[in-house]
């Protein structure tokens, strides 16, 4: 079985690979671009003699020569960028999943499921009426926009070819491998001895561990699920919670400063994860995942979070 995953050299591309390696029935096809070779530079011990492909997302060409010379059997598609200037995150984001599906109409060459990691964030204001997967999407930001408009040419490309498709929606995803500034941000503030809390000790977060994430994207696939479904850990800790671990990992005393929601509103413009707070979509439903796939991300926060901090600081991070 061919599985071709986008964005390889990312965060849960990482562990995807670390995950399916295991699994012989499995031959990985992995598309990694030009710059995450340079920014990335732990990938090219876990990619050693697999089927890499390096290009951009962006280039047409490229991916229509992907797919002619690989003919996956399962996509996975990771590629996405959470921050930068609104054309070039739409034009990754969503112009790149325009250029797979292209492709693949092109070259008549048509897995038998594809799979889009999504997010939570693609339903932008409509998280204020809750977080189901019917909701209506109000996506705001171009972050939110590539990712809902992702999502619905994903449903209807599947839909016209009759094959399966799988959207996951986590919220913050972390792990070992991890470059997003968000939490190198925050473990470099605690370190200076200020402790963010957004808005309210009390305000709940959601987060996945990329390890968890990366199983369950195969649970899925030998499950045969079809279909969009919110996924988390099994306990979402406020976002206080989450400080005072990190705080405690680090063996830092610092001082708790709670931000006003305007300051946030504000970062929240560059920030996502600070976006999803402002919103206050509480706890995050995975009913739908928990009765169709029959599991539940189970690593332990603080053991997740050690893991993380540990590379982090052997990679020169932090």
């Not at 930001?141 to 999502?151: C, D, F, G, R, V």
């Not at 696939?221 to 850990?233: A, E, F, M, S, V």
């Not at 332990?300 to 901090?309: A, K, P």
């Given at each position: 079985?061919?599985?071709l995953?986008?964005?390889?050299?990312?965060l849960?591309?990482?562990?995807?690979?670390?995950?399916?390696?295991?699994?012989?029935?499995?031959?990985?096809?992995?598309?990694?671009?030009?710059?995450?070779?340079?920014?990335?530079?732990?990938?090219?011990n876990?990619?050693?003699?697999?089927?890499?492909?390096?290009?951009d997302?962006?280039?047409?060409?490229?991916?229509r020569?992907?797919?002619?010379?690989?003919?996956?059997?399962?996509?996975?598609?990771l590629?996405?960028?959470?921050?930068?200037?609104?054309?070039?995150?739409?034009?990754?984001?969503?112009?790149g999943?325009q250029n797979i599906?292209?492709?693949?109409?092109?070259?008549?060459?048509?897995?038998?499921?594809?799979?889009?990691?999504?997010?939570?964030?693609?339903?932008g204001d409509?998280l204020?009426?809750?977080?189901?997967?019917?909701?209506?999407?109000?996506?705001?930001?171009?972050?939110?926009?590539?990712k809902?408009?992702?999502?619905?040419?994903?449903?209807?490309?599947t839909?016209?070819?009759?094959i399966?498709?799988?959207?996951?929606?986590?919220?913050?995803?972390?792990?070992?491998?991890?470059i997003?500034?968000d939490i190198?941000?925050?473990?470099k503030?605690?370190?200076?001895?200020?402790?963010?809390?957004?808005?309210?000790?009390?305000?709940?977060?959601?987060?996945?561990?990329?390890?968890?994430?990366?199983?369950a994207?195969?649970?899925?696939?030998i499950?045969?699920?079809?279909?969009?479904y919110?996924?988390?850990?099994?306990?979402?800790p406020?976002?206080?919670?989450?400080?005072?671990?990190?705080?405690?990992?680090?063996e830092?005393?610092?001082?708790d400063?709670?931000?006003?929601k305007?300051?946030?509103d504000?970062?929240?413009?560059?920030?996502?994860?600070?976006?999803?707070?402002?919103?206050?979509?509480g706890?995050?439903?995975?009913?739908k995942?928990?009765?169709?796939?029959?599991?539940?991300?189970?690593?332990?926060?603080?053991?997740?979070?050690?893991?993380?901090?540990?590379?982090?600081?052997?990679?020169?991070?932090?």
């Amino acid at each position: 079985m061919k599985l071709l995953i986008t964005g390889a050299a990312g965060l849960v591309g990482t562990h995807l690979i670390k995950y399916l390696d295991k699994i012989k029935s499995i031959e990985l096809i992995l598309q990694i671009s030009p710059r995450s070779i340079d920014k990335r530079p732990w990938i090219k011990n876990l990619t050693e003699g697999k089927q890499v492909y390096v290009g951009d997302i962006r280039d047409y060409s490229f991916i229509r020569q992907l797919i002619v010379s690989s003919k996956p059997d399962i996509i996975i598609h990771l590629v996405a960028i959470p921050m930068g200037k609104g054309k070039e995150i739409l034009s990754i984001n969503y112009g790149g999943t325009q250029n797979i599906v292209g492709a693949l109409q092109e070259a008549k060459v048509h897995p038998h499921v594809f799979i889009y990691i999504s997010a939570v964030l693609a339903l932008g204001d409509g998280l204020k009426d809750g977080a189901e997967e019917y909701r209506e999407a109000k996506p705001r930001t171009p972050y939110e926009k590539s990712k809902w408009l992702s999502e619905e040419l994903v449903r209807e490309y599947t839909s016209k070819q009759g094959i399966r498709h799988i959207i996951l929606r986590p919220v913050w995803i972390y792990g070992e491998h991890s470059i997003n500034p968000d939490i190198i941000n925050l473990v470099k503030a605690i370190r200076w001895g200020v402790s963010p809390i957004p808005i309210s000790k009390d305000l709940n977060t959601g987060l996945i561990y990329a390890g968890d994430l990366a199983k369950a994207i195969h649970i899925a696939i030998i499950k045969g699920l079809n279909g969009t479904y919110n996924i988390r850990d099994r306990a979402p800790p406020s976002f206080y919670e989450l400080v005072t671990y990190l705080k405690s990992l680090l063996e830092k005393r610092s001082i708790d400063i709670v931000i006003p929601k305007r300051l946030i509103d504000i970062a929240s413009r560059k920030i996502h994860l600070l976006r999803y707070l402002t919103l206050h979509p509480g706890l995050i439903p995975i009913d739908k995942w928990v009765a169709d796939a029959g599991y539940i991300p189970h690593t332990n926060l603080y053991q997740g979070l050690s893991r993380t901090i540990n590379w982090l600081h052997n990679n020169g991070l932090i």
